[in-house]
């Protein structure tokens, strides 16, 4: 009895994703060093684009050959595809230093030791990594996590740990941070979470004014409302600047879906609220502005600064200046940003201006890092509490040798070479300018509204020898279904311009998104504003030569 019960439920589940179009599948490339490439077989290439099953097995035919499958890509049968599907920003995943370092850890340690962090598998090679990181971030210390989504669990855990919490969450934030922030109001029963409009400060204000019990009359001294502008400055994200604010739905204390562009299902769930915690520094948490929330409630603000299906920025001036107000916890997941932007490539955040108003930086070393694993860069006080209240961190073995070695190696490489952030922001530029959409970063959302669109195009793509994956939900709203562009420092000007031409081929319409339209209007008027303020400091200093 029981076991049909579940056959039939497995059975429509499948029924129902394979009908809306929704069912994904599999498909194995065979594996070459390079991170704009990969080789597949000709019958496997077919059946992705009609939407059929992988016929080829390459690791069995190749079972008595080489490790080095890719030596057969001379074969008639094997087609090359140009990736703009993977996270690999640098291309460093298959640089010859980063390489080395994985290969020569792995022959002489092994993997390391396989125990929790926190047990036995932490060694010299993993802190050597974390205080890299830290110093990365301009923080105290840093703490390693098997994988990103490790890392946010982790951290929204640990610090709605004993409740009385209030999350405040962007609609459009990662699937890691969703379901931390989820988990967190289920397993904390005076927790709260509220969710509110992509990038609308203005909302997040009210919000913690109006449900969070704001009493500003409370307040011993009062400071000004911030401001509320579209996005950032691109032109910003590959160089530091000294710190400004940002709008969609209410969702708060009620039926609510918490939508993501990172990649989940956001079933609907009721919110509980809670927070107040204070500022931090370099070496900790200060003590509470004077308070304005008399159940003495800590907050708690979670986004991604680069958000990872639109490839807009949070407005972390904005955020910066709420918090100063507010007293409330800042986390930013600088997943996508980290080593893209900044002088140094420390994040958004760095880029912005507002590095030390961030309390918590989140990060990964499997996109721009080429590697593999994540990260929380902070005081050396919550350090310690994520390591001992942090599930994901205290239940999970540590970082293999050869991945610690690879990210150390990759850090280095984009600190030398820091041409790969200027040559990727080049490829932004000329891809929006080619194709006519926003292109504020290297993830570049082409949308086409509905699923069979979308799948179309992407199929005409991989015909053509370009893999642009399409997008559907639950990994976005239903009707925004797009065509992500992903575009890496392995990429060269040639490869972007072919895939710009093919994309005009498919024929389809892109959808404007208007949010994306207004930042990049944003963006445009600061840099004309940035220029004539250059041009007018050049003049002025010509005058007296």
């Not at 996005?231 to 739905?249: I, K, R």
């Not at 710009?500 to 944003?522: S, W």
Request: hydrophobic share 40%.
């Amino acid at each position: 009895m029981s076991e049909s019960l579940w056959s039939s439920w497995l059975n429509d589940s499948l029924g129902s994703l394979r009908t809306r179009n929704l069912l994904r599948s599999q498909r194995p490339t065979l594996p070459t060093l390079s991170s704009s490439e990969a080789s597949i077989h000709q019958r496997d290439l077919q059946a992705w684009v009609t939407g059929l099953e992988s016929v080829v097995k390459p690791y069995q035919e190749h079972a008595n050959h080489t490790p080095n499958i890719v030596l057969d890509s001379g074969c008639s049968e094997i087609r090359s595809l140009k990736l703009f599907s993977l996270n690999d920003y640098l291309g460093l995943a298959s640089h010859p230093e980063v390489c080395k370092a994985a290969a020569e850890a792995a022959l002489k340690l092994g993997m390391g030791p396989r125990s929790s962090a926190i047990v036995g598998g932490t060694t010299g090679m993993h802190r050597e990594l974390e205080e890299a990181l830290a110093n990365l971030k301009g923080t105290q210390d840093c703490l390693l996590f098997p994988t990103g989504f490790a890392a946010n669990m982790a951290v929204i855990m640990s610090l709605c740990d004993g409740g009385n919490v209030d999350i405040f969450s962007d609609e459009l934030n990662h699937a890691s941070i969703v379901d931390g922030a989820r988990l967190a109001v289920r397993s904390g029963g005076t927790n709260r979470l509220h969710v509110y409009r992509h990038n609308d400060m203005a909302h997040l204000e009210e919000m913690i004014r109006e449900g969070c019990g704001y009493d500003p009359t409370l307040l011993t001294q009062s400071q000004p409302p911030s401001s509320s502008v579209c996005g950032c400055d691109p032109s910003l994200l590959t160089q530091s600047q000294p710190p400004s604010s940002s709008v969609t739905l209410h969702h708060s204390s009620q039926e609510t879906s918490h939508g993501n562009s990172g990649n989940n299902s956001h079933e609907r769930m009721r919110y509980e609220g809670t927070p107040t915690l204070s500022n931090s520094t370099a070496h900790g948490i200060q003590s509470q502005r004077p308070s304005a929330w008399p159940g003495r409630r800590r907050m708690l603000v979670v986004t991604d600064s680069l958000f990872s299906m639109d490839g807009d920025f949070a407005d972390l001036r904005a955020l910066a200046s709420l918090r100063q107000q507010y007293g409330f916890l800042l986390v930013v997941d600088e997943a996508h940003a980290t080593l893209v932007c900044g002088d140094r490539g420390g994040g958004a955040a760095e880029a912005m201006g507002v590095s030390d108003q961030v309390d918590v930086h989140v990060g990964t070393l499997s996109k721009a890092f080429g590697a593999l694993g994540g990260f929380a860069a902070c005081s050396r006080d919550l350090k310690s509490l994520f390591m001992n209240r942090g599930r994901s961190y205290i239940y999970s073995t540590a970082l293999p040798l050869p991945v610690v070695a690879a990210a150390l190696a990759a850090l280095k490489v984009s600190s030398r070479e820091s041409w790969r952030r200027a040559h990727v922001w080049n490829l932004v530029d000329r891809l929006g300018s080619l194709l006519g959409v926003p292109a504020l970063s290297p993830v570049v959302p082409i949308v086409l509204g509905g699923e069979e669109a979308v799948l179309e195009a992407s199929g005409k793509l991989l015909a053509n020898g370009f893999h642009v994956p399409a997008i559907r939900p639950p990994t976005v709203p239903a009707g925004t279904c797009r065509l992500r562009v992903s575009l890496s420092a392995a990429h060269s000007m040639k490869d972007v311009e072919g895939l710009a031409e093919a994309v005009k081929q498919c024929g389809f319409q892109p959808v404007r998104m208007e949010f994306l339209e207004k930042q990049v209007q944003h963006n445009v008027a600061a840099a004309k504003a940035k220029a004539a303020e250059q041009y007018s400091l050049f003049s002025m200093h010509g005058s007296r030569l």
